[in-house]
Structures are given as structure tokens and as C-alpha cells.
């Protein structure tokens, strides 16, 4: 029903001034004693006593956690079971993730756990997928603010806390993008040195003897230390690390013959 | 409270302090300072500032109060975060506003530019030195306060456009000459208005007015009038539905577009001055001031400064009218704003002063009673 010109006139004493005092004095009274909106920091909607009154198209009341399962909040990380691979940081399309020492590795070789700079993180969830032992997973916490920007990198002690506080994780991981390559080894190259098996995070390479060759006479034989490494791969995450600890570059990626 | 008034009080506190001061100094200075007139002097400006204090912390609660109620008006709460519930926001937009750089347009009118909203400002706060708040608030008897009132109500179009003008910009002439052709055109209503209650009233004196109302309240007999009145303060306040001179769509900000600063806060201050005005205004001439119906308990209105406090009440229910009336109707046009000032306000307020006229001859009107007759 189409309104004529003349309804619409806003000098018009009843449809002009008295029709929308009448509506606007309706919403005011609804809006004084049920008002639409909350006082976000203070009220929240996980609050039990909202969980009744705001309901989503579906009619299922939000409530507690009622971000989605698979929502991708902060980070909580496991320092405990972290095995320092870097694959958490090789992942990250932002570069937000950097390796930094914690307390309790040995001296030599210091633990290190990722620590996230939130200011970066495009919460995209591609470090959960690639960590290989469960360590590093997003939880549905979603309230980030700071009112300092340092406070927006949360170091590895830090993610650990939220970890303790066993807020819901998301629980979808999503299968690793396939690495189903293996570890190979230029057995002529090596020299046997035993990095790859010193820093491998899961200690999957084991250093086997080699035979040492009989030298033709008139051949020198290489100087090197007569073992060389052998990867489980069933143990392997595919890190990557011992390639690029290798001195040779003798580990490459590929797959048995 | 019936004895001491205001400036009473001010004179006492004065007399007090140049004393104290007086006793710890030589002779020749001593003898100066309890002189009857520098005790006035001081006593006036103790009242001043006693003036001044309260109207303004009034209008910065008249600003939160239009905030929060607004808010609920459009399903918002308003400001909620400093102080409670946001009583002191105005308070830190004010201090914000302080702060601010002020500057002037390079071709704009040194002299107008300061000047303008300066006298606005100025002319605005002296109203409150001629309105009575309560019985003891003023310090004497004005014989004509209400023209008074009317006649520093009506400069304000004047400095609007000495600043619209001096600021040498298309949108603040536009809107200076709208505020210029609305205040003119809605000043003839008012005045009408308030003839009618003259009329009733017998006096052009605010405390007689006042007094007039103590049994009968001038609002039901005067019900066109108090309807004009109010039409007319809308317009002349420039508030929605006849904010045209700062139409925020069309005119940036209407008269004060090359404003920033503190100039800006002296007219947003004075705007809410001259509503805070009207409101009083409204609560004077139509709502019985400071006095309240023979029914209401003699415990709510005998307790000390109860008349403040029903007046201020009254006033804000009053501003609360205002604000209702600015949530709901949409901004009207110029020609249907000087439509509605000249072919509807001005008949109108012409049939009120006839109505009053039938009052005081008749005394009696259905569902009002018989009112009794003049002086008493």
C-alpha cells in the first residue's frame, strides 16, 4: 500500500507529529526495561542469564563456547610434549612465529618453542595442522585486546598458560598437506658427523656403522667417520630439520625405490 | 529557606571571607576591605559564580541526560564507560575539547569570528541571572523579567550571523541566514504566547506569574498557548524538527562549520543553554515554577530547597519533551517551517490570547474549576 504524498507530510498534525511521538515513546519504553544490546565488557552473552533470551536463527540459545567448534582463537601450546621441530614456524604464511628458547633444555642444544606475535597472526590455523605432535592447537578463546602493542606477542610461557587453563580446543585438525616423501641420503657425500641425528626433534636417525672400503692402492680415501644416518620413517614427522643441519647437503626429500 | 536568599547568602559568605582576610592585615587595608561596597562587590561576584557554577553543571547533565535518553530513544544505551553509567563523558569531551587547537579561516573576520560565539555564549548565561529558580533565587524584583528574558533570548540570531558571516564560508551564511529567518519567524508565536499568559497572569513579572499558579497551573487553561510556546522554542533552540540551520545532511554543521575547539564548545554549550532556558521557561510560565499542587503530601514539598528541587524536575521532564520530539520527527523544510510558523503558530497564539481573555473573564472553564480572581 503505496502512502500518499500527503500522508507523509511532516506538518501534518496527526500523521506528521502525533503517529511518530506514539512510536518512538513505544520503543523508548521497550528499549528502557529490555534493551537490545549489552554492556559488552561487563555482560556477555556466554553469561547463563542471556543464554535464553538471544537466540540464533536456528532457535539453538548461545551460550557458553557457542563460537564455533572449529573457531580458531589463541594458541595454546604444550611446552611439555613440544619436540622444537619448527614446522609451527616453516608453516606460517605471516611470519609471526618465531622459535625462542625456554627453560629446561639442555644448554648446549636449548629447547625451543614457538612464540606468536598476535599483531601478525592471521589466525589461518596452518601451524596447528602442521604440528606433528598435537602440541600446538587453537582454542575458541577470541578476546585478544591490549592496550600495549608488546603485549601483543605472547611467548611460549604464555601460550603454555592458556594451554593449562583448558579452554575448549578446536578440535578439528585437518589432515597435514600429504609430505609423503622420505628422507633420503647421497651416501657418497656424507661424512658421517652426526648432526642430522643430534638435532632431529623426534630421534628417529640412528647413526650406523659403514664398512670402511678397503683403499685401492694409489686411492685416497675420503676423511670422514665411518657411519652414516639410517631414518625410521615411521618415526619421522618430516621436518625437515636434518637437511638443513647437514654441512654436505647430502638429505634430500624423496621416495624409495 | 523562606528568609535567606541567594544573594543573602552570597553577602554573608562575602562578609565572612573579607573579615578573615581584613583581620590579619594593617589598618589603612583592613578598613578598605569591610567597606559595604567591596563586600557588595565581592557578594555579586560570589553570586555570579554561584550563577554560573550551577547552570553549567546543570547543562553538562542536561547534555548526558539528552545522551542516555536519546540512546534509549534508538535502542542504544548512550554513554556508558566513564564515570556511572557515563555522568562524567561530557566532562571529558569537554576537557577534550579544551585541548584543541582553535584556528581561523585565513579570510574569515578576526573581530566577528571571536566575537560571534563569544556574545552567544555570553547572552546565553545571563538568563539565568533573570530567571527565578526558586522563591530567594533572585535577588530582587524585576518588574518586567519576562521581557527581559524574551528580549536577551531574541539577540542570539544576531550573533549566529555576525559568526556565520565572519567565517567567510558558503555552508556557515546558509545556515546563519536560516537560523536569521527561523528565530525572526518564530519570535512573533512566542511573544504571542506569551501575551496570553500576561493575560492570565496580570504581571510581566516571573515571581508573580509564579505565584499566580500556586492553586492552578497555567498549562490547561493555556493549553494552544503552552503548544505554541513549545513549537516556537523547538525553533528557536534549532533543535529537530527545526534544525535547519545546522542540517548535518546538507550544511556540514550549519552556522558553526569553521568552528573547532573551544570556540565549537562555547555553541554546542550555548545551545544547550538556550534549551536548558526554554525548558525553564516551559516550567515558569506554563507548569507553576517552583510550586507544586495542593494535593501533593505537604513532606515533599516542605523539606529545604524542595522548590529547586521540583523545578528542576519539572524542567528536565520538560527537556524530555524536547528530546522525545527530536527522536521522532524527521527535519522539516524551509518553506514548510515558515509555513507552519506564519499560517498555523501565528493563528494559533491569536486564538490563545483570546482563550486567555475568556479565562479572566469567565474564571471558570469546564474540567479546570474556577480559578481565583486576580491577586488572589
Redesign the interface.
Known sequence: MAASPAKE???NPVT??VR??A???K??T???FR???I?YPYERLEDPTFRGKVAVAAGRPIGVGDVWDNYRGVHALNIATCISCNLCAFSCPDICIEMVTVAGGDPKHPKKCPQIDYGKCSYCGFCSDACPEGCLTMTTRYELSVTKRAEMVYPPERLHEVFQRKLPMNPIRLERPANEDNILLDAPLCIGCNACARDCPTKCITMLDVAKPTPKPGEKLPRRIWKEPVVNDSDCVRCGTCISVCPKECLFWGTHK | MSGATLYSVSAALSALLLGAVASILPAPVNAWLTSPDVVTGLAVLIFSAILLAASMINTIMLIWFERK?LG??????GA?HVGYAGLLQNFADGLKLFRKNTFRPREADSLGFYAGPTAYMVTSMILFGVLPISTGWSSGALPLSLLLALAIFSFAPLFIFVSAWSSNNKYSLIGGMRSAAQMIAYEVPILLAVVAVVIVAGSFDLNVIVNEQQNYWFWAPLIVALIVFVAGMLAEMERI?FDLPEAEAELVEGWNTEYGGMLFAFFMLADYVRALIGSILVVLLFLGGWTMPSWVPSVATSFPLAGIFWFMIKTYLVFGLFI??R????R?RTD?LL??GWN?MIPLALLSIVLAAVVVTVRCLPLVGCVPPLGG
Do not use: E, Y
Open positions: 507530510n511532516p506538518t506528521g507529529v511518530p511521538l512510536t518512538a515513546a520503543q523508548f521497550k528499549s528502557l534493551p537490545s544490546t554492556v | 535518553m534509549r530513544f534508538m535502542d542504544r544505551r556508558m524538527p522525545w520530539i527522536a521522532s520527527l524527521p522539516v514548510q509555513r507552519v498555523r
